[in-house]
């Protein structure tokens, strides 16, 4: 059974500034997903990383996958208020690409 | 425009009530899950259908059904809810091949009293 664990579960940064959000997974997952939600929102996807050293970006988001460390993050560059949301990793268990399993989420507040 | 419904928003209801949350997407696409949300927790994925009448279950199937009988339709049928299953509801949708983007739906609010 895939677990998928996120550090840090909270996350308050400054604009301007840079941080990673780590998203580490038990099994093999075919695929490691990335997802926003803004409060009181639903989801939205953001990225999907298909194999090891896959890297994808958009704005000022970031990530990366790396299957022999089990290993996903999720690189925030210089914050800005708009990227405050949850943020949500999650990768295919029991070897199904139709189950899913996620993190239980990283909160982001950016500050001015 | 291309989306996910979810009807109710919002549902209060009581212990051994029977209800169905129904789901319905526009996008023409094979494969729709159903998600609970609780803080703290995460989603976690409750049952998912890759087509018509195939269905499986996720990782917290108990006290749950589903049915898949059209292709755009997945309802979240409750037999005999209780207060366990007070949570955020999310249905969504994607292609089968094109694995990079789930559409989810606005979220049903249930409390079960």
Not at chain 1, 55 to 74: C, F, H, I
Not at chain 1, 86 to 105: I, M, P, Q, V
């Amino acid at each position: 059974e895939l677990k998928v664990e996120q550090n840090p579960l909270f996350l308050s940064m400054q604009e301007g500034k840079n941080y990673t959000i780590y998203c580490n997974y038990s099994t093999t997952s075919d695929r490691l997903y990335w997802y926003r939600q803004d409060p009181g929102k639903s989801l939205e996807s953001l990225f999907v990383l298909l194999s090891n050293g896959a890297v994808k970006q958009e704005g000022r988001l970031m990530a990366s996958l790396d299957t022999k460390a089990r290993l996903s993050t999720l690189h925030i560059t210089a914050a800005v208020h708009d990227l405050s949301a949850t943020y949500f990793c999650a990768g295919n268990s029991g070897g199904s690409n139709y189950k899913l399993t996620f993190g239980k989420g990283t909160l982001l507040t950016v500050n001015p | 425009e291309a989306q996910v419904t979810q009807n109710p928003r919002y549902l209060i209801t009581v212990t051994g009530k029977k209800l169905t949350v129904t789901c319905s997407q526009n996008m023409n696409h094979e494969y729709m899950s159903w998600y609970r949300q609780d803080p703290g927790l995460g989603l976690r994925q409750i049952y998912y259908s890759m087509n018509v009448e195939v269905t499986d279950k996720g990782d917290v199937p108990e006290g749950y059904k589903v049915s898949r009988k059209e292709k755009r339709n997945f309802p979240l049928i409750l037999e005999s809810p209780s207060p366990n299953q007070t949570s955020l509801y999310f249905c969504a949708s994607r292609d089968t091949l094109a694995v990079n983007e789930q559409f989810f739906g606005p979220g049903t609010r249930l409390t079960v009293l």
